[in-house]
């Protein structure tokens, strides 16, 4: 099929199985970032942006994740920003490496805002669980193809590595240990919680906001349609009829069958493509995105010495010896919302 343009994007001039022989020629012990980056960004976009976006669900789900974040105020009152900021910093290392200059600030930034909180290491390696287990499970259930074994290794060595720039101990490693520890997890901790239960409130409403005003009602019931039982129960949803579930599991069935004949993506997907990624329309920097803390104050309770009380571009925190500052980024446009 000859290559052509659709809303600002590149399809066909390759076969619909392009990325998956790309990453059939890949080591998933060594070309993990490139191997994720095909699947997130060419292949499977829309996939991971659903599951990573129910990823989120679940940390709210365990009373201490959802707590912390009802606590601080920055997924309740300012929802897009706190969207818009998780989302932008966690690229940087998909597109550039995880030694690039913009990917070592992106996570300076990420762990600094964990280390302002008393978060023990168990919440944050099931967060990192999360983003491993959910994502794949998803591509199981409704992606236009199963990934292979040596994807799901890629993309568990990509979180490994991830978890391990972020200081986090006792990283599983395999996807299957990650599964169990998700799994376990959530049997042991998932429970109600007002403060979890707000912040998933604060976030479907968000997710409103990305669709038609019309379309508001039926984005928020598909959501908790699509969404498990054990997690319902923990943030107190109510369970949509049993016909909307089916009817909701089957339209992702049959949207992956359509897709199975769609020309393969061949320019990528970024986060500031999303239509949805509305904080910065005159550009950002990576070293002002996330939150400040100031101990003592929105559940900021951990004082780390005077070299942590940093305003956004602050050199302390962009650069470290031997990194190189981060680029600026231009203007983002909005872009619409991709197919697949």
Known sequence: MRSFS??????????????????????????????????LQYEFPWDYNQALSFALFRTYAVPGVGRLL???????EQVQKRYDDTTLLL???????????????????????HRSYDIPNHEMLYVLSTFVVVPTRWIADYGKRPLTEA??????????????????ADIPATYAEFATLMDDYEAEYFAYDEGGRAVADATLALMRTFYPAAA??????????????????????????????????????????VLRAFPARTSPLLVEDLPWIRSYPDGYRVA??????VPGVRGCPVRHGAGDAVE???AVD???PGDLATADHPAVPAAPSPVG
């Open 318 to 320: 962009a650069v470290e």
């Open 70 to 76: 009802f606590e601080t105020g920055a997924f309740t």
């Open 151 to 168: 994807e799901v290794v890629a993309s568990t060595n990509y979180y490994r590595t991830l978890g391990k720039h972020m200081g986090i």
């Open 288 to 293: 002002d995105l996330g939150t400040f803390p």
């Open 312 to 314: 956004p571009g602050d």
């Open 216 to 257: 508001g009602d039926a984005v928020e019931l598909f959501a908790r349609a699509v969404m498990d039982a054990p997690l319902r129960r923990a943030l107190g949803y109510p369970a949509p009829p049993v016909a909307v579930q089916r009817a909701s599991r089957a339209a992702l069935k049959a949207r992956a069958r």
């Open 6 to 39: 659709w809303r600002g994007h590149r399809y066909g001039g390759v076969g619909r199985d392009h990325w998956w022989r790309a990453n059939l020629a890949l080591d998933p012990e060594t070309d993990f970032v490139a191997m994720y980056r095909h699947l």
């Open 91 to 113: 690229e940087p290392p998909l597109v550039h490496g995880f030694e690039h200059p913009e990917a070592r600030t992106a996570i300076r930034r990420i762990n600094r805002m």
